[in-house]
């Protein structure tokens, strides 16, 4: 079961005004739009909070929901401003896209593979903006990275490349795949060419600091980069966000400290920046100040502690 005819009608209206959207809760309408067993009534848009400014990274997020769910055409449409508009801030819309869709809803990822099939070809064929293609194609990518189809994988993250050459996480997922392929050392070399190819692109010098902060490799290589954006940037907070792990990872727990309170001040609620800075806090020796930035964090981003610890950074 679907939306109404009605409800998509005034959905549509309401993405289109750079980010404003009808929900109720913290998303939750957003959130429901993307279960085809639960849509949202029309009770629901006529609630008093129905009209409110929605966070980029909420559009984001609910267009995953809607690709993991096979309804392609609200995905489409939903993310194109969002999308336009993390860019547009240097936000890392990359590491916002990944979603282990399967984990997380329960979906497999052949219908992912069906779903992002079906958001590229409907792009093209009704002349969508093409914001979200590059997306469709990273996702499908990982997906098929998953599937263990390493070819399919590695032609989707050219293809976002292309689209989206700032796109760091394509880089980096094209890396990863070549390896698995037997191409020993392509991981670095991809991140290296993306730095190359870009040299002037503060948002794709950020997103492969973040990569390789991430990964917890080239942490050298990463500040440069880092330090290069801001160069270009000044006091971008995702930049900073990043150089904060970036320092964090180095051992300079001062330092890391510094960029988490610079990008902090700009964004109180990054939830990574009062996370690390927590960290450093505790390596520093200040135990119950840096308890109370980890809970901060923690309760904007329940699952913080177990994304960083995948990447190897715990408490």
Same mark, same amino acid.
């Given at each position: 079961m679907g939306t109404t005819p009605t409800i998509a009608n005034k959905w549509r209206k309401a993405i289109g005004?750079?980010?404003?959207?009808?929900?109720?809760?913290?998303?939750?309408?957003?959130?429901?739009?993307?279960?085809?067993?639960?849509?949202?009534?029309?009770?629901?848009?006529?609630?008093?909070?129905?009209?409110v400014n929605m966070p980029a990274t909420c559009i984001v997020h609910s267009s995953l929901r809607y690709c993991c769910a096979g309804m392609a055409k609200k995905s489409i449409a939903f993310a194109a401003a969002a999308l336009a508009t993390l860019f547009a801030s240097g936000a890392r819309a990359g590491t916002i896209i990944e979603s282990s869709c399967e984990k997380e809803h329960g979906i497999s990822y052949e219908r992912v593979v069906s779903a992002c099939t079906s958001i590229i070809l409907e792009a093209k064929v009704h002349g969508w903006?093409?914001?979200?293609?590059?997306?469709?194609?990273?996702?499908r990518g990982l997906a098929f990275y998953r599937l263990g189809k390493y070819e399919q994988a590695r032609d989707d993250f050219v293809r976002a490349i292309k689209y989206k050459p700032e796109l760091a996480s394509a880089w980096r997922g094209l890396g990863e795949v070549l390896e698995k392929m037997g191409q020993v050392g392509q991981l670095?070399?991809? $991140? &290296?060419? /993306?730095?190359?190819?870009n040299p002037s692109n503060p948002i794709l010098l950020n997103g492969v600091c973040w990569e390789r902060?991430?990964?917890?490799?080239? $942490? &050298?290589? /990463?500040?440069?980069?880092?330090?290069?954006?801001?160069?270009?940037?000044?006091?971008?907070?995702f930049t900073l966000d990043s150089r904060c792990l970036v320092r964090y990872r180095l051992g300079d727990f001062a330092n890391a400290m510094a960029d988490c309170d610079a990008a902090l001040r700009h964004n109180s609620t990054m939830p990574t920046s009062l996370y690390v800075r927590g960290l450093a806090k505790k390596r520093l020796g200040y135990a119950e100040l840096g308890d109370a930035d980890i809970a901060a964090a923690t309760a904007l981003d329940a699952k913080i502690a177990d994304r960083f610890a995948?990447?190897?950074v715990k408490p």
């Open positions: 005004k750079k980010g404003q959207c009808y929900r109720s809760h913290q998303c939750t309408i957003c959130f429901k739009l993307a279960r085809t067993d639960d849509p949202p009534s029309e009770e629901e848009y006529q609630s008093d909070e129905a009209s903006a093409v914001s979200e293609i590059p997306a469709a194609y990273f996702n670095k070399a991809t $991140l &290296d060419a /993306a730095v190359q190819a902060a991430t990964l917890g490799r080239w $942490l &050298d290589v /990463a500040l440069a980069e880092c330090n290069q954006s801001l160069q270009i940037a000044p006091d971008n907070p995948e990447w190897g």
